[in-house]
């Protein structure tokens, strides 16, 4: 980022911002997918905010996640089952949703240092382990703890029951941020133009099925 | 566009009529009263009545106050359980109802008030920080386009779906999401292309545009591999 403006945008980077935000609320309507039978039923909401951070980056990733949440808050019903207004950010779970604006951006910083670089595999998978599950649950469980007057501990305790779905996640969203290098190179590369249909795929060997 | 989407409940009662900005402010005012002090039975009473009261000003009728409270029957249910385990049951109740309440008093906002006047409401209170180099403007139009990516984007998702279907490949949760990620991709390319064909330029102030571009990328990802 060394323009004259500190933090530019183009009009695409505008544009996938909304796109993006529009895509992790179109993930949440898909309804909750049964994992391992029916014990742990999951959004894919998280998986969303995963794929954000990996593909749009550090800040537009963040910023996306932003918009969405600020169109919740509005009142549009954009989080899993139809939820949403004010009240979610009053509720248990307001934390976690908070936790998605910095979750993006760690994610971004660590699967993507640099703009235009395609992701290698193991750093997404890391990026979406610290970033996607760890800062998300560190801002989520104080303030779950905050709002049910569970203490901390415990809150800790009970938030455990979602790891697994978001371990899978996490996989889920390092094998898509894969295939979409490969699918759509213009994905890491800002603009489509600045893509050469001739530059080499340098991820891993995960194909789209 | 955000109509059809919006939680909002038309209608003409007081609370309808008062200024987006002024019912944010009480509902801040509000929350923290409900959330802040110490969960205690003669406060929250006080302040559950206030809540009904004030459904009913809206003429919204306590089936819409039950139809709210039904709406959140899962999330209280999974908090009660969560505090039942590790807290006296009488404060678990109670902080429950604080709980209870804070969503009641945000969903009376977000039911009287259209999306529309928020959006606006937020611009005008974010207008100070053009001070600072921030184009609120620009977060206008990104809000804009994002309200009208939601239905786009779901469309493309059942396209995609279909189309894993009508080739027998339905499982794969992965193989979905990468399609409905290039089609999305794809249409944010396709917009931010639009745009620029029409002379809205990086660097310029931007035109809202009416309409939107049709998402292409599903019918051709059909015809891809």
């Avoid at chain 2, 529309?116 to 053009?130: F, H, Q, T, V």
């Avoid at chain 2, 609120?136 to 939601?150: D, F, H, P, Q, S």
């Amino acid at each position: 980022m060394s323009e004259s403006r500190p933090f530019s945008l183009s009009l695409s980077d505008l544009t996938r911002i909304a796109v993006f935000a529009a895509l992790v609320a179109a993930l949440g309507l898909a309804g909750a997918v049964s994992l391992f039978g029916n014990a742990v039923p999951i959004t894919l909401q998280t998986l969303g905010v995963m794929l954000a951070g990996t593909i749009l980056g550090a800040w537009r990733g963040a910023i996306s996640m932003t918009v969405l949440l600020a169109l919740v808050a509005v009142g549009l019903p954009l989080l899993s089952g139809g939820r949403g207004g004010f009240g979610v950010f009053l509720g248990p779970s307001a934390g976690y949703l908070l936790g998605w604006v910095a979750g993006a951006a760690v994610i971004g910083l660590i699967a993507a240092p640099r703009r235009g670089a395609r992701p290698r595999a193991w750093r997404v998978l890391v990026a979406c382990l610290v970033g996607g599950i760890g800062v998300v649950y560190l801002i989520g469980v104080p303030v779950q703890s905050l709002v049910t007057g569970v203490p901390l501990a415990e809150t800790a305790l009970l938030s455990l029951a979602f790891v697994p779905g978001d371990l899978v996640k996490a996989v889920l969203a390092t094998l898509i941020t894969s295939a979409v290098a490969k699918a759509y190179p213009a994905a890491f590369g800002g603009r489509r133009a600045a893509s050469s249909p001739a530059e080499p795929s340098i991820s891993s060997s995960t194909t789209a099925s | 566009m955000v109509g059809a989407l919006s939680l909002y409940a038309p209608g003409t009662s007081p609370l309808h009529r008062l200024p987006a900005s002024t019912k944010l402010l009480g509902l801040l005012i509000g929350g923290l009263v409900v959330t802040v002090p110490r969960p205690d039975a003669l406060l929250l009473g006080i302040a559950a009545a206030g809540v009904v009261a004030l459904y009913l000003v809206a003429r919204l009728g306590l089936a819409e106050l039950g139809r709210q409270i039904w709406g959140v029957r899962w999330i209280i249910a999974v908090v009660l359980v969560g505090q039942l385990i590790f807290l006296p049951w009488h404060v678990a109740a109670l902080t429950s109802t604080r709980m209870l309440l804070a969503i009641l008093l945000a969903a009376l906002v977000t039911l009287t008030t259209r999306a529309s006047d928020i959006l606006e409401a937020i611009e005008r209170g974010l207008a100070p920080l053009r001070r600072f180099g921030l184009r609120t403007e620009r977060i206008a139009l990104v809000l804009g386009m994002a309200i009208r990516a939601v239905p786009i984007v779901i469309d493309l998702a059942s396209e995609v779906r279909d189309a894993q279907r009508a080739r027998g490949v339905g499982g794969s949760i992965t193989a979905m999401v990468v399609l409905l990620l290039v089609g999305a991709l794809r249409h944010a390319d396709d917009v931010a292309d639009a745009l620029a064909a029409r002379g809205m330029d990086d660097d310029e102030e931007p035109v809202m545009l009416e309409g939107s571009v049709r998402p292409r990328g599903a019918s051709r990802l059909r015809l891809r591999r």
